[in-house]
């Protein structure tokens, strides 16, 4: 059974530039959240998605968006990048909480450098 | 501020002890989760337990839950060098439908 599958694993950018990661959940798995990870801030929360729908949204600006396609494959784009957003990516998709196997699926993550 | 809060920030110990770490939350919960992660890598689930739920087994993990204390503990025994990773809790609110993770914990199992 193929994990979460996050591309691209690497990404340097330059301030003012956008970018956009994508992320293929494991099949069957029509959740998926993303997360920022940053030394300081710790795992943040970004946004969550079921079946092409955002359940959820953390707080961080409007630059940082996302979307899911019908087959629940998601992406995010981040727009006027900032050094500040260099971290490390993860998104994570996931059964229904009732299920008796729930719990996350990280990817490896993204790591973005923002130079 | 983070729903959870795990303690130690750090564990240091030698290969073949036990290791403990604890985690705290603020509101109510549907479910604990502890999951690893390795230098710079993606998080692996390993352990949930529910709020209905007092201690939960998994090989040589093994979670506490007091929803009274609001806190949780995982325990590693018999730790190994592989066991060297970062360990956060993940708390999975009875309102909302994300997961809250605490800042983690370092821990290092020396050979």
């Known amino acids: 059974k193929a994990g979460v599958t996050q591309t691209p694993r690497y990404l340097i950018k330059t301030r003012g530039q956008q970018v956009t990661l994508s992320c293929s959940p494991i099949s069957g798995h029509r959740s998926v959240s993303w997360y920022q990870q940053t030394p300081g801030q710790g795992l943040q929360f970004l946004f969550e998605y079921f079946s092409e729908t955002q359940r959820n949204k953390g707080n961080f600006p409007g630059r940082f968006s996302g979307r899911q396609f019908s087959n629940s494959r998601s992406e995010m784009n981040v727009s006027t990048l900032e050094l500040g957003d260099s971290a490390l990516y993860l998104c994570?998709?996931?059964?229904?909480?009732?299920?008796?196997?729930?719990?996350?699926?990280f990817g490896s993550g993204t790591r973005l450098t923002v130079v | 501020s983070q729903q959870g809060e795990e303690d130690p920030q750090a564990l240091s110990i030698q290969e073949g002890e036990n290791a403990t770490m604890n985690c705290s939350y603020k509101?109510?919960?549907?479910?604990l989760q502890w999951y690893r992660q390795n230098s710079g890598r993606g998080l692996v689930h390993l352990i949930l337990i529910r709020s209905n739920e007092r201690e939960k087994h998994s090989g040589r993990l093994r979670v506490t839950l007091d929803t009274s204390k609001k806190s949780s503990s995982l325990l590693i025994t018999a730790s190994r060098a592989a066991d060297t990773a970062s360990y956060f809790c993940?708390?999975?609110?009875?309102?909302?439908?994300?997961?809250?993770f605490g800042e983690g914990t370092q821990l290092t199992v020396n050979p």
């Open positions: 993940a708390t999975d609110l009875t309102s909302g439908s994300r997961l809250t």
């Open positions: 994570a998709s996931s059964l229904p909480r009732g299920a008796s196997n729930y719990g996350y699926t």
């Open positions: 509101t109510s919960i549907n479910n």
